[in-house]
């Protein structure tokens, strides 16, 4: 602990702000429910997303992953699974998700001249409470660290990554084609089968059209198992989160 | 709220210090395109402030690249599992 400056726990030991230690607090953007948030996700933000009440059973078989960059939005491809090596997606569709954004305290700008600012101490800014536009806050509820989600597949039944009524975050590991092109086809992305699960798809034939791509691009995952054309990859190169408004 | 501190606007508030939480990136810790020669390491010292059960690492590597939690020094050990050099980028989070 340091000796000086401001170092705030909570009751469970986990450090909220500590003044020396060169941190970015995040605070919620933006809430609501659409294809997409109102404006662009930028690499330090984190988009979490779940769906709308009562609409599960129209999401099953649906990969949702992000375009990200000149055209942040929700995306959807149905699929059609077997065990035999000729799985297929239908192209993407925009899909209306339950969503919030989160950003960097620093980032959001204010006029006022009250409230509370904690520095680090090479004077950026670790959290300033005039960034805080909005009555709900968030908490982080699942952490699942990289390579550690067993994805599903056709021959695997991968691991619930947690609960469907959380928010999944999305724009830092996702990525997908928005249609096959001779069989061409990537997918990293969730499926909501009855629990949320990680999906890392490719298949090989052909070329296709797309765009999108977290941090890890679409082949991202650990190892993989190879049947015929397609490519299930056996794990998800990023951090997974989920969290929940409080 | 029975204690702690809340900061408030008079509309809207957050930050309570009894049982609420703050999502931060330790900034300090970012590394981007970071080298690791052949079977090194690169050691992220975690101690000091708070539970390291609750720091999270985000990474962008190839499979040569491991994480593991040495919880006993407090620390994240990223390894490079190949006979040559290869490179990563990471963050590292407290979210819990």
């Known amino acids: 602990m340091s000796e000086y400056g401001l170092t705030v726990y909570n009751d469970n030991g986990g450090l909220m702000f500590d003044s020396s230690r060169k941190m970015n607090s995040y ?9 997409g948030p109102s404006a662009t996700v930028a690499s330090d933000d984190f988009l979490f997303v779940k769906i709308p009440s009562g609409q599960a059973s129209s999401f099953a078989n649906t990969v949702i992953f992000m375009g990200v960059g000149f055209n942040a939005q929700f995306y959807g491809r149905v699929g059609t699974f077997n065990n035999s090596g000729d799985s297929s997606f239908a192209n993407a569709t925009a899909v209306t998700l339950d969503y919030f954004v989160v950003k960097h305290s620093s980032k959001v700008s204010s006029t006022d001249d ?54 999944w975050e999305i724009s830092n590991w996702t990525s997908g084609t928005l249609s096959s092109f001779e069989g061409d086809t ?15 798809y490719f298949s090989t034939a052909g070329s296709g059209f797309g765009f999108g791509g977290g941090n890890e691009g679409p082949f991202g995952g650990g190892g993989s198992t190879t049947t015929s054309s397609e490519t299930w990859g056996d794990s998800i190169t990023g951090m997974i989160l989920s969290a929940e408004l409080i | ?78 390894s490079n599992t190949s006979g040559g050099s290869q490179s990563f980028s990471a963050k590292i989070f407290r979210f819990q």
Not at chain 1, 27 to 35: A, H, K, L, Y
Not at chain 1, 123 to 139: A, E, P, V, Y
Not at chain 2, 69 to 74: A, E, F, G, V, Y
């Open chain 1, 27 to 35: 605070i919620i953007t933006e809430i609501g429910t659409g294809t």
């Open chain 1, 114 to 167: 009250y409230g509370l600012t904690v520095y680090n101490e090479d004077n950026t800014i670790q959290f300033d409470s005039r960034s805080i536009k909005l009555g709900q806050h968030f908490l982080i509820t699942e952490y699942h660290e990289p390579r550690s989600v067993d994805a599903w597949s056709t021959t695997n039944g991968g691991i619930s990554l947690g609960s469907n009524s959380d928010y």
């Open chain 2, 1 to 78: 709220m029975s204690y702690g501190l809340y900061i408030s606007d008079g509309v809207n508030g957050g930050v309570i210090t009894n049982a609420n939480n703050v999502f931060n990136e330790e900034y300090d810790f970012e590394l981007t395109n970071q080298a690791l020669s052949a079977g090194g390491t690169y050691n992220i010292q975690t101690s000091g402030a708070g539970n390291p059960a609750l720091i999270g690492i985000d990474l962008i590597a190839n499979n040569f690249i491991t994480v593991t939690r040495d919880t006993t020094n407090d620390r994240i050990v990223i």
């Open chain 1, 186 to 200: 990537s997918l990293v992305g969730l499926l909501f089968s009855g629990a949320p699960y990680a999906i890392n």
